[in-house]
């Protein structure tokens, strides 16, 4: 299969008229899309050094009330926050002296809501300002090694910048680009470092370890000046394709095996650098697990500006050993979890492992490659049997790495293989297989409201805001919790327990009128008690897409293990859902009605929606309280499998009060879908033009009912009438006969247009239920019959006995009758 990065790097080759027609398109679409919640689109400069401040200008959209910066990863303080107009700030921040050099990913908290998620980098290197014009390769700017140049490329430009070291320096030069890009503003940038021939030494375009961005290395073959060339890919570029660009004699490390250890303890690994030198290093690791750890494998005290990410958990490491291709001489792995590392140092390189498995056991064997190490590895991996039967495989299942279960046909010993896709290989194709046995465990994720856009919450003071929670349970059952039990300060959660047989849960928070405005990233949790001494947690995964490529594939995107919830200003209205008194029955309809609480001078139109449905009801999301009104209806409709339960139901409301749209969800009401209350039976009715017609239904009522029971047709064809369409039922009604009036000229053809509509109304409200569609033949008359010749009788025939009646003749047989009169 091909690779993300392949993918990602077709949809970025775009010629630079295109490159820029989608730009002007996507600036446009954006802005339509998000007005409604603050945006930053550029941040300038990207970054700073470690251990200062600076100040950052931040452009975009909604952002002049902003309150706070809000950072994902420690070390991180915004000190200061100056309005420059509503949508543009300038930001003191300041970054701490052991903060990471990294990408820090932050949003935006303002007054009235949460912005999407940016980057701002960290280097250990002081910051050198791009100074134009530099796109003479005879004039570059000079820049001392060690150092972040903060640049732009513009439409077809091309960024020249030298640097003058002595023979056998090692020359390193990583950007970061595409990173710091907007959404569909695609930034694909290209770096190389020249000699003064302008022969190229070192390039880089799509590094794997950095995704689209770049990385390369060489040493110098001289004493001299060398050039650094930084340009789009395919020389496009706008006025937003900022980058910074880290220079130095830094060893970037592009593998590292093994690439993960036991938490709170060292591991030595070798570390493998982007000219394929390898060396030893000792690693400490947290003594928490964690998905992706980041580690600055740094040498001979060189710092690096980003660092490399591995696993950390609680299994035991092995390490390939070359060579490795007769699998019946390795040794057998019997202990789980385990975790297999190492890496395919030449093309078609195959590594094994053997391990030993009971029959019917379960393992989850899973490859950790592209997504977290990095790796330029399209992994697939196969489960042998030692006399080389496939008994299992995978390529690219659940993501751009591989994963399977594995159930042990019979006791024995097994191989693992594993392999590049395209069979290709090198020193930086490392990988690490982590096998272990099936055990509980609990996915949480946060569902979209927008599409392609992470789920944020903001709570308006004295308001509430809804969200829905998915869970995916693993050999797991039983009822879950919902927890967030570090939310910010009057702030309160609505209980949030999910049934067995479900898998999501709507999550109303709820704000005092006296909670301060402030965001915080909250612990999103959802356990099951297994027994009473044993509970499984589940910890959220949210990804948020950073830049999105043609046909919205996912090209860069973040992954938090926080939810950004913030408390916001009050809004000048709020909803009141009516609590139905009657259920909404299989294939029938109820309004919900809801009424809104404005405040005075407010006469903004309200939208509502269902923040979920249930299963089986469906709910229009056009529906609107008029900005003179108060009240309206969601009318909601069940089809006949309906999920019969009582389900708790918010609606979410929105307005703009003039500066962009806000929000709010009502409390929960309960929803009861009930089975239906009628069963019925149509038979087809045959009528001609201008004749009338009887309709047949036979009705049942499926339970005892109170109120008054009636059952109406409509959806009668044009050109007839029902003499009266609604008729009374009661227990023992088992047919309903409507009179139907058909004028000479109704449309003739096969009706399907009348559906049957049972109602049950007493004081509580209105149950109703509608089921069709009831056929009806409208058939034009048959022609009279041609007359024939009469024959005068020789003598009178006797009297004859009176004709008995005869039977009406079926259409068939009246089309026989006139074909036989016609000869």
């Given at each position: 299969?091909?690779?993300?990065?392949?993918?990602?790097?077709?949809?970025?080759?775009?010629?630079?008229?295109?490159?820029?027609?989608?730009?002007?398109?996507?600036?446009?679409?954006?802005?339509?899309?998000?007005?409604?919640?603050?945006?930053?689109?550029?941040?300038?400069?990207?970054?700073?050094?470690?251990?200062?401040?600076?100040?950052?200008?931040?452009?975009?959209?909604?952002?002049?009330?902003?309150?706070?910066?809000?950072?994902?990863?420690?070390?991180?303080?915004?000190?200061?926050?100056?309005?420059?107009?509503?949508?543009?700030?300038?930001?003191?921040?300041?970054?701490?002296?052991?903060?990471?050099?990294?990408?820090?990913?932050?949003?935006?908290?303002?007054?009235?809501?949460?912005?999407?998620?940016?980057?701002?980098?960290?280097?250990?290197?002081?910051?050198?300002?791009?100074?134009?014009?530099?796109?003479?390769?005879?004039?570059?700017?000079?820049?001392?090694?060690?150092?972040?140049?903060?640049?732009?490329?513009?439409?077809?430009?091309?960024?020249?910048?030298?640097?003058?070291?002595?023979?056998?320096?090692?020359?390193?030069?990583?950007?970061?680009?595409?990173?710091?890009?907007?959404?569909?503003?695609?930034?694909?940038?290209?770096?190389?470092?020249?000699?003064?021939?302008?022969?190229?030494?070192?390039?880089?375009?799509?590094?794997?370890?950095?995704?689209?961005?770049?990385?390369?290395?060489?040493?110098?073959?001289?004493?001299?000046?060398?050039?650094?060339?930084?340009?789009?890919?395919?020389?496009?570029?706008?006025?937003?394709?900022?980058?910074?660009?880290?220079?130095?004699?830094?060893?970037?490390?592009?593998?590292?095996?093994?690439?993960?250890?036991?938490?709170?303890?060292?591991?030595?690994?070798?570390?493998?650098?982007?000219?394929?030198?390898?060396?030893?290093?000792?690693?400490?690791?947290?003594?928490?697990?964690?998905?992706?750890?980041?580690?600055?494998?740094?040498?001979?005290?060189?710092?690096?500006?980003?660092?490399?990410?591995?696993?950390?958990?609680?299994?035991?490491?092995?390490?390939?050993?070359?060579?490795?291709?007769?699998?019946?001489?390795?040794?057998?792995?019997?202990?789980?979890?385990?975790?297999?590392?190492?890496?395919?140092?030449?093309?078609?390189?195959?590594?094994?492992?053997?391990?030993?498995?009971?029959?019917?056991?379960?393992?989850?064997?899973?490859?950790?490659?592209?997504?977290?190490?990095?790796?330029?590895?399209?992994?697939?991996?196969?489960?042998?049997?030692?006399?080389?039967?496939?008994?299992?495989?995978?390529?690219?299942?659940?993501?751009?790495?591989?994963?399977?279960?594995?159930?042990?046909?019979?006791?024995?010993?097994?191989?693992?293989?594993?392999?590049?896709?395209?069979?290709?290989?090198?020193?930086?194709?490392?990988?690490?297989?982590?096998?272990?046995?099936?055990?509980?465990?609990?996915e949480v994720t946060v569902a979209e409201q927008e599409r392609y856009v992470s789920q944020t919450v903001e709570v308006p003071r004295g308001g509430r805001m809804a969200f829905e929670v998915n869970l995916a349970?693993?050999?797991?059952?039983?009822?879950?919790?919902?927890?967030?039990?570090?939310?910010?300060?009057?702030?309160?959660?609505?209980?949030?327990?999910?049934?067995?047989?479900?898998?999501?849960?709507?999550?109303?928070?709820?704000?005092?009128?006296?909670?301060?405005?402030?965001?915080?990233?909250?612990?999103?949790?959802?356990?099951?008690?297994?027994?009473?001494?044993?509970?499984?947690?589940?910890?959220?995964?949210?990804?948020?897409?950073?830049?999105?490529?043609?046909?919205?594939?996912?090209?860069?995107?973040?992954?938090?293990?926080?939810?950004?919830?913030?408390?916001?200003?009050?809004?000048?209205?709020?909803?009141?859902?009516?609590?139905?008194?009657?259920?909404?029955?299989?294939?029938?309809?109820?309004?919900?009605?809801?009424?809104?609480?404005?405040?005075?001078?407010?006469?903004?139109?309200?939208?509502?929606?269902?923040?979920?449905?249930?299963?089986?009801?469906?709910?229009?999301?056009?529906?609107?309280?008029?900005?003179?009104?108060?009240?309206?209806?969601?009318?909601?409709?069940?089809?006949?499998?309906?999920?019969?339960?009582?389900?708790?139901?918010?609606?979410?409301?929105?307005?703009?009060?003039?500066?962009?749209?806000?929000?709010?969800?009502?409390?929960?009401?309960?929803?009861?879908?009930?089975?239906?209350?009628?069963?019925?039976?149509?038979?087809?009715?045959?009528?001609?033009?201008?004749?009338?017609?009887?309709?047949?239904?036979?009705?049942?009522?499926?339970?005892?009912?109170?109120?008054?029971?009636?059952?109406?047709?409509?959806?009668?064809?044009?050109?007839?009438?029902?003499?009266?369409?609604?008729?009374?039922?009661?227990?023992?009604?088992?047919?309903?006969?409507?009179?139907?009036?058909?004028?000479?000229?109704?449309?003739?053809?096969?009706?399907?247009?009348?559906?049957?509509?049972?109602?049950?109304?007493?004081?509580?409200?209105?149950?109703?239920?509608?089921?069709?569609?009831?056929?009806?033949?409208?058939?034009?008359?048959?022609?009279?019959?041609?007359?024939?010749?009469?024959?005068?009788?020789?003598?009178?025939?006797?009297?004859?006995?009176?004709?008995?009646?005869?039977?009406?003749?079926?259409?068939?047989?009246?089309?026989?009758?006139?074909?036989?009169?016609?000869?």
């Amino acid at each position: 299969m091909p690779s993300n990065t392949r993918t990602a790097k077709s949809l970025l080759q775009t010629r630079t008229f295109t490159q820029t027609l989608l730009f002007l398109i996507c600036c446009v679409s954006a802005n339509l899309a998000f007005a409604a919640k603050p945006q930053v689109r550029l941040v300038s400069p990207p970054g700073l050094q470690r251990g200062t401040s600076a100040e950052i200008e931040l452009t975009g959209t909604r952002i002049g009330d902003a309150k706070q910066l809000l950072f994902y990863t420690p070390g991180m303080e915004a000190t200061s926050i100056t309005k420059v107009d509503d949508n543009k700030i300038k930001v003191m921040v300041t970054s701490a002296a052991d903060a990471g050099c990294e990408l820090h990913a932050f949003r935006v908290i303002t007054a009235t809501g949460i912005s999407n998620l940016r980057y701002l980098g960290v280097s250990p290197f002081p910051a050198v300002t791009e100074a134009e014009p530099n796109n003479d390769f005879k004039v570059p700017q000079v820049i001392p090694m060690a150092s972040t140049v903060n640049g732009v490329v513009q439409s077809e430009d091309v960024d020249y910048f030298a640097v003058d070291v002595s023979k056998g320096t090692l020359i390193t030069v990583e950007l970061e680009g595409l990173r710091h890009a907007y959404l569909t503003n695609f930034f694909d940038p290209f770096v190389a470092i020249l000699d003064s021939n302008r022969f190229e030494l070192a390039r880089s375009d799509d590094a794997p370890l950095l995704q689209q961005d770049c990385v390369c290395s060489v040493e110098a073959p001289e004493d001299g000046r060398y050039w650094i060339e930084v340009r789009e890919s395919s020389f496009g570029g706008t006025n937003e394709s900022l980058y910074r660009l880290h220079v130095g004699s830094f060893a970037r490390p592009l593998a590292i095996i093994p690439s993960g250890g036991q938490p709170g303890k060292p591991i030595q690994t070798t570390v493998i650098d982007t000219l394929g030198k390898a060396w030893q290093q000792t690693l400490t690791l947290p003594a928490a697990n964690a998905t992706r750890h980041g580690v600055w494998a740094a040498r001979d005290g060189h710092e690096l500006p980003s660092p490399n990410l591995i696993r950390v958990n609680d299994m035991e490491n092995v390490v390939e050993t070359e060579p490795n291709l007769d699998y019946k001489t390795l040794p057998v792995h019997d202990k789980f979890p385990v975790a297999f590392n190492g890496s395919l140092q030449v093309p078609g390189d195959r590594d094994y492992f053997v391990f030993s498995a009971k029959k019917d056991q379960l393992l989850d064997i899973r490859v950790y490659g592209r997504s977290i190490l990095r790796s330029p590895i399209d992994a697939v991996i196969n489960v042998l049997k030692m006399d080389g039967k496939n008994v299992v495989g995978a390529d690219d299942t659940g993501g751009p790495d591989s994963t399977v279960a594995f159930k042990a046909p019979e006791d024995g010993n097994y191989v693992l293989s594993i392999r590049d896709h395209l069979e290709n290989g090198g020193p930086h194709y490392a990988y690490r297989v982590e096998v272990t046995p099936q055990s509980p465990s609990i996915e949480v994720t946060v569902a979209e409201q927008e599409r392609y856009v992470s789920q944020t919450v903001e709570v308006p003071r004295g308001g509430r805001m809804a969200f829905e929670v998915n869970l995916a349970r693993k050999a797991i059952s039983g009822d879950a919790r919902v927890a967030i039990p570090d939310l910010p300060e009057g702030m309160t959660q609505s209980e949030a327990a999910v049934p067995a047989d479900l898998n999501s849960v709507s999550v109303i928070l709820s704000a005092k009128d006296d909670a301060a405005n402030t965001g915080k990233l909250v612990d999103l949790t959802a356990s099951v008690a297994v027994n009473p001494e044993t509970t499984v947690v589940g910890h959220l995964s949210q990804r948020t897409q950073i830049i999105r490529g043609q046909n919205n594939v996912d090209v860069w995107g973040h992954v938090a293990d926080r939810l950004a919830v913030a408390v916001v200003d009050p809004i000048p209205f709020d909803i009141v859902v009516e609590q139905p008194k009657v259920p909404i029955v299989r294939n029938g309809t109820l309004p919900l009605k809801v009424r809104a609480i404005r405040k005075d001078g407010f006469n903004k139109p309200i939208q509502l929606r269902l923040l979920t449905k249930p299963p089986g009801i469906a709910a229009s999301g056009s529906i609107s309280i008029a900005a003179d009104k108060t009240e309206a209806e969601i009318p909601l409709t069940a089809n006949g499998g309906a999920a019969m339960k009582t389900w708790p139901i918010t609606v979410i409301a929105s307005s703009d009060p003039g500066f962009g749209t806000v929000q709010i969800a009502s409390e929960f009401i309960m929803l009861e879908v009930a089975d239906k209350l009628f069963d019925f039976k149509f038979n087809k009715t045959m009528v001609e033009q201008g004749k009338p017609a009887k309709i047949a239904v036979e009705v049942a009522l499926k339970r005892p009912t109170e109120g008054t029971v009636e059952v109406e047709l409509l959806g009668i064809p044009p050109g007839t009438a029902i003499t009266a369409p609604k008729q009374t039922v009661t227990g023992e009604t088992a047919q309903l006969v409507y009179q139907m009036d058909v004028a000479a000229d109704a449309k003739p053809g096969n009706h399907k247009t009348i559906v049957c509509r049972g109602t049950v109304t007493n004081e509580k409200g209105v149950i109703s239920q509608t089921n069709g569609s009831i056929e009806v033949q409208i058939d034009v008359p048959l022609p009279a019959p041609t007359a024939k010749p009469v024959t005068v009788a020789a003598a009178a025939a006797p009297a004859q006995a009176a004709p008995a009646v005869e039977k009406p003749m079926t259409r068939i047989e009246q089309l026989r009758k006139l074909r036989e009169e016609n000869k």
